[in-house]
């Protein structure tokens, strides 16, 4: 009886009824267990609030009002059981496997005879994308208990004071946003050849130093060449420019060689980017940090048929949701044309900024540039969102070094 009272205790919610009660048989919990089960699915058509006390004033009452005394007997005392019971946690876990998988196995099965059939409602981008779905619940169903928040006095404390994590070499972004966490979603932002990805080369090269053995850079690209960014990402961590690699070939490759941003930096090249191929990266390199170069134009498998709005706004939540998993993530983004020619770029001058996507950072870092001539390397770093040290109002000059992928700060003055 026990098993089936842990088999009962896992169908006393809505959505795990729905979902698993299918693959249940009567022969594997029994005549009562059987008739429960039943009669749970016409308990949920009219409510969603389960206990065992309610349903049993329905099974009683409602469903089986001409039950003889004997019967009654038996059925109180398997809702006693089930009220009291506490189901063991390792065969609960089990039990929840054993149904999730069968879930996604019938899934992928109806899609796959769909595609055979050739009905056209289904594509193996969506066999795909279920079988993401699937690796993604097993392990949030598997680590249940990591998602529970500590009650650590200590951990409480380093929220506050934010410490450890990754410091950037830029001292304007250092004093803008502090040191950057595992769960910061952050937004660099600015008109194209603005110099943003170079801004990110900089800051990678510094941020590899920072991490343990086993961690990495991680750089989703979906622009420009992979070899040309990494050649960007050389220059900087060796501080030479073109002409003087040329000039001294084996000097650079000693200082590149000698480098961490060289097997630190993994840079993942494909035009196309589909975030379940993102995943499985993630899951083969430790990432310390998250770089998408540009998580907007990242797509989600299977859901080809979604309108721009729906598709950014999953990303972008996707894009949340890595962070909080794996290392603080960091996306490059577009301004629209209205920021032209502006040192200071606002939220709402984003591409796609009516679609909410500034809701879900906890900083968006902009860089602004003058259209005159003697401030071609002047660029304007400004936060006009900032949830990580709560700086909204932070702006300084800083100073683009193209020749050797650098920036640095052009004065410690505040701009107001």
Avoid at 204 to 231: I, T
Wanted: hydrophobic share 40%; glycine share 6%.
């Amino acid at each position: 009886m026990t098993s089936s009272l842990d088999v009962l205790s896992i169908l006393a919610n809505k959505e795990h009824y729905e979902r698993f009660s299918p693959f249940i048989q009567e022969h594997l919990v029994g005549p009562e267990s059987w008739v429960i089960i039943k009669d749970m699915g016409a308990y949920f058509e009219k409510h969603t609030n389960f206990t065992w006390a309610t349903f049993a004033t329905f099974f009683l009452m409602v469903k089986h009002p001409m039950y003889k005394p004997d019967k009654v007997d038996t059925f109180r005392t398997i809702f006693e059981a089930l009220d009291n019971h506490e189901p063991d946690e390792d065969l609960l876990d089990e039990l929840t496997e054993h149904f999730i998988s069968k879930d996604y196995a019938t899934k992928v099965g109806e899609a796959a005879l769909s595609i055979v059939e050739g009905n056209d409602s289904y594509g193996m981008e969506d066999i795909t994308s279920l079988m993401s779905e699937f690796d993604l619940e097993l392990d949030r169903a598997q680590e249940m208990e990591s998602f529970f928040v500590e009650e650590d006095d200590d951990l409480l404390m380093e929220e506050f004071e934010r410490k450890g994590g990754l410091k950037w070499k830029l001292s304007a972004l250092d004093e803008a946003v502090g040191n950057i966490l595992k769960g910061d979603f952050i937004m660099f932002a600015a008109g194209v050849g603005a110099g943003k990805t170079t801004m990110l080369v900089n800051e990678a090269c510094h941020m590899a130093d920072q991490l343990p053995d086993d961690e990495y850079v991680v750089w989703f690209l979906n622009e420009e060449r992979g070899q040309k960014l990494r050649s960007r990402i050389s220059q900087s961590a060796t501080g030479m420019t073109k002409q003087e690699i040329i000039d001294d070939p084996a000097k650079f490759m000693a200082l590149w060689k000698g480098s961490n941003a060289r097997n630190k930096i993994k840079i993942y090249d494909r035009g196309l980017m589909f975030t379940n191929d993102m995943e499985r990266v993630l899951k083969k390199y430790k990432a310390g940090l998250i770089i998408v170069d540009q998580l907007w134009k990242c797509k989600m498998p299977g859901k080809s048929s979604e309108g721009e709005v729906t598709r950014v706004g999953l990303v972008f939540n996707w894009g949340r949701e890595m962070a909080k998993i794996h290392a603080p993530l960091i996306t490059v983004h577009q301004a629209d044309a209205t920021a032209v020619g502006q040192m200071w770029i606002e939220q709402n001058q984003l591409h796609m900024s009516k679609i909410g996507v500034q809701g879900e950072m906890d900083a968006i870092i902009t860089l602004g540039r003058s259209l005159d001539p003697s401030m071609a390397t002047t660029r304007g770093l400004y936060t006009p969102k900032n949830k990580i040290s709560g700086n909204e109002t932070f702006r300084s000059y800083v100073t683009l070094d193209a020749e050797r992928a650098t920036y640095t700060t052009s004065t410690d003055e505040v701009i107001i």
